[in-house]
Antibody, heavy 119, light 108 residues
């Protein structure tokens, strides 16, 4: 059974870079069967898709964040990462990683990690 | 970009039927997925491809999609169904995943 676990700092200063990793067990990042996604949820608000990494096609980003986002993967560690530059308090959110079977939906999610942007 | 609209809240008495809608332009031509998110927890997939249920999801939850509206129906509502529900589609024109704004289901 696949498991995903987010990790990273819970507090980031404005204008700095938010960096998170998602450790995956029970599935391989270098499978052509899955996309590996990041999603965020500001406190009290809805879900926003950030982007995904796909072994057979590389990353794809939400156009509203594309200028600040990088999603990459470390196959040797079987984890994938999110970097979001030049953060502001509007980037405060719970960040989730999730697996998507190609052509289907997000069938497995991490527990989420709260990142607060504040000085 | 494609927009999905959900009512902010729906209330229903226990044992009754709740219908949560997701409105989008010609949404019937998209595959719609639904997620349940209980307070403080990660979302859980409850319906995919409009009406398919993942293993472990009770038959009380069902989905439909036609025209400009997709619907998640929860029959014989229980207290444990109280949660936020989100619809989702893949917008192939922008190559984006799109979520609806979410509907809070309250069990009276």
């Amino acid at each position: 059974q696949v498991q995903l676990q987010e990790a990273g700092p819970g507090l980031v200063k404005p204008s700095e870079t938010l960096s998170l990793t998602c450790a995956v067990s029970g599935a391989s990042l270098n499978s052509a069967t899955y996309y590996w996604n990041w999603i965020r949820q500001p406190p009290g608000k809805g879900l926003e898709w950030i982007g995904f990494f796909y072994f057979s096609g590389g990353p794809r980003y939400n156009s509203s964040l594309a200028s600040r986002v990088t999603i990459s993967a470390d196959m040797s560690q079987n984890h994938f990462s999110l970097k979001l530059t030049a953060v502001t308090p509007a980037d405060t959110a719970v960040y989730y990683c999730a697996r998507e079977e190609v052509g289907r939906a997000f069938d497995s999610w991490g527990q989420g990690t709260l990142v607060t942007v504040s000085s | 970009s494609y927009v999905l609209t959900q009512a902010p809240s729906v209330s229903v008495a226990p044992g009754k039927t709740a219908r949560i809608t997701c409105v989008g332009d010609n949404i019937g031509t998209y595959s719609v997925h639904w997620y349940q998110q209980r307070p403080g927890q990660a979302p859980v997939l409850v319906i995919y491809y409009d009406s398919a249920r993942p293993s472990g999801i009770p038959e009380r939850l069902s989905g439909s999609n036609s025209g400009n509206m997709a619907t998640l129906t929860i029959s014989r509502v229980e207290a444990g169904d109280e949660a936020d529900y989100y619809c989702q589609v893949w917008d192939s024109s922008s190559y984006h995943w799109v979520f609806g704004g979410g509907t809070k289901l309250t069990v009276l």
